[in-house]
């Protein structure tokens, strides 16, 4: 499976931005389960969100709850990130990420990774 990773850029805070990634290759019926990963500059990756294969069980970071939306197309093959009050604490290159089966919140457990967008939030 390849995941590209798209939407990232420059906003100022409390604004808005919406990710994208689009999946190719592997099975098409499969139930892989999509997460949104970050990591700002000497962090450690940190889990973000993740929607299971149907787009219906959707996990957030207590740190995003409520601002940011993960949401899934399954016919596209895309999953989206819906990022709202943007702060500089979001500043950070954002990776999605998939696996097969039920959905998990540790990137260890993921097998597949886009490239990384990356998302700065001035203040």
């Known amino acids: 499976v390849q995941l590209q990773a798209s939407g990232g850029g420059l906003v100022q805070a409390g604004g808005s931005l919406r990710l994208s990634c689009a999946a190719s290759?592997?099975?098409?019926?499969?139930?892989?389960?999509m997460a949104w990963f970050r990591q700002a500059p000497g962090k450690e990756r940190e889990f973000v969100a993740v929607v299971d294969w149907s787009g219906r069980i959707p996990k957030y970071a207590d740190s995003v709850k409520g601002r940011f939306t993960i949401s899934k197309d399954n016919a596209k093959r895309t999953v989206y990130l819906q990022m709202n009050s943007l702060n500089s604490e979001d500043t950070a290159l954002y990776y999605c990420a998939a696996r097969g089966g039920n959905w998990r919140t540790r990137h260890i457990d993921y097998d597949y990774w886009g490239q990384g967008t990356l998302v700065t939030v001035s203040s």
């Open positions: 290759g592997g099975r098409t019926d499969y139930p892989y389960a």
